[in-house]
């Protein structure tokens, strides 16, 4: 435990020196982290989520969206660390996630395979591993729609959707991308880019923000109609749906380096960075356009997503404000308003992050998702100082 402590404290020091924002962080964070040692492997009981006033893990099987995450947080946690006791425990669940490889009623393939299979697969040069994002890949390819240009998001809410695409899908393409590295089929790179391209037509604003729901015309392609399910309103700027844009266009750089992308997310992360909505401590509200501002619930989620973002922003682009922003947010997170207390038990880090504030959802709770980019953001800021 010690190396990955005194890895996070000389990150810390290194990028913002001595702080009292970080109270003790050490023992904070050896005391959250213990917990994810604490809970024991169960296939349907992945956790997604905490209600603090209940006292209660919202737990979910592997099916659902999320399930990914909290394996590739004890992934992750072996990277910092080198504590084995990680990566036995990441073995163990990661299994329970193989049979998502066939489910065909989701995009969510990548969210829930990729940060599993994929963190695993940084740590163990497994054929099976491979195999299994492979026909995930094909999967998830079965969604697309030529005349669309696009992988179709959701198949619930038929009555008013013909085909929704979801800015968020942008994030799964990372595991398509990959598969034709790992496969040496095409397909894969070509079917993301084709997606990509019909996003970035599609998706966003003068503003440079992004609508979260485009609606097709799966026949013609036509759009039917922009939308949102989870912001405030239909033109509304929701914060994650922000955070997924910018990091999935930098992403898509990676693989691509078609320079439209990195402009694209750029654009919308100068429209992030300089809205006047921003909270000074780098958290966003759950949607910019909240009336109920300064009131309105943080999104801590949104904030990990985009810090993490940033790094890789700032490796291409050498613009010192995204990496700045990136150690605001470690920074911000790094004190006792965000961290959890060790007098609770369950394996979660971060307070304060919203899931789907429409449904009323998920509001002001820890959320794995938020753990999993803070702890992606840790490694990217740790990895930039070697």
């Known amino acids: ?49 905490f209600y603090l006033d209940k006292n209660v893990i919202n737990k979910k099987p592997s099916k659902d969206w999320t399930s990914g995450f909290y394996v590739g947080n004890l ?6 660390t080198g504590n084995m006791k990680y990566k036995e425990i990441a073995q163990k669940w990661t299994a329970f996630i193989e049979k998502e490889k066939y489910n065909n009623k989701t995009h969510d393939m990548g969210f829930k395979v990729f940060c ?22 094909q999967t998830l390819s079965t969604r697309f729609n030529d005349t669309v240009g696009s992988i179709r998001s959701w198949d619930f809410n038929k009555k008013r959707w013909d085909f929704p695409v979801i800015i968020d899908n942008m994030m799964n393409l990372e595991m398509l991308f990959e598969a034709t590295k790992i496969s040496k089929d095409s397909s894969f790179h070509k079917l993301a880019v084709q997606h990509a391209n019909t996003t970035l037509k599609n998706h966003f604003r003068e503003d440079n923000s992004c609508f979260h729901v ?12 922009k939308v949102t399910h989870q912001g405030i309103n239909d033109n509304s700027a929701w914060a994650r749906g922000q955070g997924w844009a910018i990091y999935g266009y930098t992403m898509a750089y990676r693989f691509t380096k078609n320079s439209k992308y990195l402009a694209r997310a750029e654009a ?8 006047p909505n921003l909270r000074e401590d780098g958290i966003p509200y759950w949607d910019f356009n909240d009336p ?27 613009n010192e404000n995204y990496l700045n922003y990136s150690k605001k947010v470690v920074n911000t997170l790094m004190s006792e308003e965000y961290i959890l207390k060790d007098t609770i038990n369950a394996p979660f880090i971060l307070k304060h992050s919203t899931g789907n504030y429409p449904k009323n959802d998920e509001i002001d709770e820890p959320i794995v998702y938020a753990d999993y980019y803070f702890l992606e953001t840790l490694l990217r800021l740790k990895n930039l100082k070697k």
């Open 1 to 49: 435990m010690y190396k990955f402590f005194g890895a996070i404290l000389l990150v810390i020091f290194f990028f913002f020196g001595c702080s009292s924002e970080t109270f003790n962080s050490e023992k904070a964070l050896q005391n959250r982290y213990a917990k994810f040692l604490e809970y024991q492997p169960d296939s349907l009981a992945f956790p997604r989520s």
């Open 75 to 80: 992934w992750q946690l072996f990277e910092l």
């Open 116 to 137: 599993s299979f994929g963190q695993g697969l940084k740590h163990i040069n497994s054929k099976q591993y491979k195999d299994i994002i492979i026909k995930s890949s």
């Open 214 to 225: 485009v609606d097709y015309n799966p026949t013609n392609g036509n759009i039917r109609m």
């Open 268 to 275: 919308t992360a100068h429209f992030y960075l300089k809205h």
């Open 292 to 318: 109920d501002i300064p009131n309105a619930p943080r999104d801590v989620s949104a904030a990990a997503l985009v810090a993490s973002a940033m790094v890789e922003m700032y490796q291409y682009t050498k």
